[in-house]
Nanobody, 130 residues
């Protein structure tokens, strides 16, 4: 059973940076695409970025393109999300998830059914505020 644990969240001023990590245990991430999602209070969960199992393909939501970078280290069983130039509207709980395919659909549609993704982490809070 794959287990995912996010870390790296916190409070940062607008324009600052944070690096989130998603660490896997119980199984390997090698065969999974990994995505980062976020959910702000009162809003639905949305896809932020995803990376294919090989790391050769990535997708980003338009709202974070050019500011966020996703990467993975299969040897360390981790996926990271480098977030730069953070804005107050980036404030949310950030989740990582493991699933079959990273496609543009993942970052352009809201998550209606959690079970459509194979595994979820528990989330980490990111707050962007002065």
């Amino acid at each position: 059973q794959l287990q995912l644990v996010e870390s790296g969240g916190g409070l940062v001023q607008p324009g600052g940076s944070l690096r989130l990590s998603c660490a896997a245990s119980g199984s390997t991430l090698d065969y999974y695409a990994i995505g980062w999602f976020r959910q702000a209070p009162g809003k639905e969960r949305e896809g932020v970025s995803c990376i294919s199992s090989s790391g050769g393909s990535t997708n980003y939501a338009d709202s974070v393109k050019g500011r966020f970078t996703i990467s993975r280290d299969n040897a360390k069983n981790t996926v990271s999300l480098q977030m730069n130039s953070l804005k107050p509207e980036d404030t949310a709980v950030y989740y990582c998830a493991a699933f079959a395919h990273c496609s543009r659909v993942v970052v352009t549609t809201l998550v209606k059914k959690l079970h459509e993704y194979d595994y979820w982490g528990q989330g980490t809070q990111v707050t962007v505020s002065s």
